[in-house]
């Protein structure tokens, strides 16, 4: 596939053809197939102009098996804020001035859907997961892939990671606060075309919700070192 430069949609040779050119089993090209199918590289098709073709990975799928790697790592607050705190303002920089109307009414669709502290815990989880899908747009527009990649699998990571740790209670009306601010004034940086106040309003983002997810971290652990000393 490499060498021969093949795009997604490019039909593979047959088993026949695989088993002369690489001298192998037929049982070993059948595993070998199974493999790269798992994996998202080829797709199968049956019956009347079937075969196997060159498919090509999703985001989703990458970040989902990406995703399975880290679930060991036991990842926290500030793995993940250290690197946002590196990358994001970078990229905030980079499209200011670059974003079509349709991309920044997005991002303003999306502010709009925590426009009042919440009112219940499940609002809260809610209004989380939403303000992170706000830089997820971001880093989907990024002209470079693998920043954009690696932003929008940081933003994943933590979005999950807010959810099964319940990072989200108790509620912090000030996290919220304080980044649908910074959000709101980002948008208009970027519709502005000024780089540099993009990257200065999203490093003062990252920062202050570093030190405030970092506290609901804190608050979590500490819950549940009381929990387990009341048992």
């Known amino acids: 596939m490499v060498e021969q430069e093949l795009r997604p949609g490019d039909r593979l040779p047959g088993e026949a053809e695989l088993m002369a050119r690489f001298g192998m089993s037929k049982g070993t090209i059948r595993e070998a197939t199974r493999l790269l199918e798992a994996q998202g590289l080829i797709k199968t098709r049956t019956g009347p102009g079937g075969g196997s073709f060159v498919h090509e990975v999703s985001r989703q799928r990458a970040k989902a098996l990406l995703g399975n790697y880290f679930y060991f790592k036991d990842l926290g607050i500030d793995d993940l804020y250290g690197l946002r705190l590196a990358l994001e303002p970078e990229l905030a920089a980079s499209l200011a001035g670059q974003l079509s109307e349709e991309v920044l009414a997005r991002l303003e669709a999306t502010i709009a859907e925590y426009d009042a502290p919440s009112a219940s815990l499940d609002e ?18 990024s002209a470079n892939p693998l920043l954009g990649f690696i932003i929008d699998f940081m933003v994943s990571l933590l979005s999950d990671l807010t959810v099964y740790r319940r990072l989200y209670a108790p509620p912090n009306a000030e996290l919220w606060s304080k980044g649908r601010d910074y959000q709101i004034r980002l948008v208009m940086a970027l519709r502005a075309g000024d780089s540099g106040a993009a990257r200065a309003i999203m490093r003062a983002h990252m920062r202050t919700a570093w030190a ?3 506290r609901q971290e804190a608050e979590i652990e500490k819950g549940f070192i009381s929990e387990a000393g009341e048992s």
């Not at 809260?124 to 527009?141: C, G, M, T």
Request: hydrophobic share 45%; glycine share 0%; proline share 0%.
């Open 124 to 141: 809260e989880r809610k209004q989380h997961v939403n303000s992170l899908r706000f830089h997820a747009i971001l880093a989907e527009h």
């Open 212 to 214: 405030l997810m970092r």
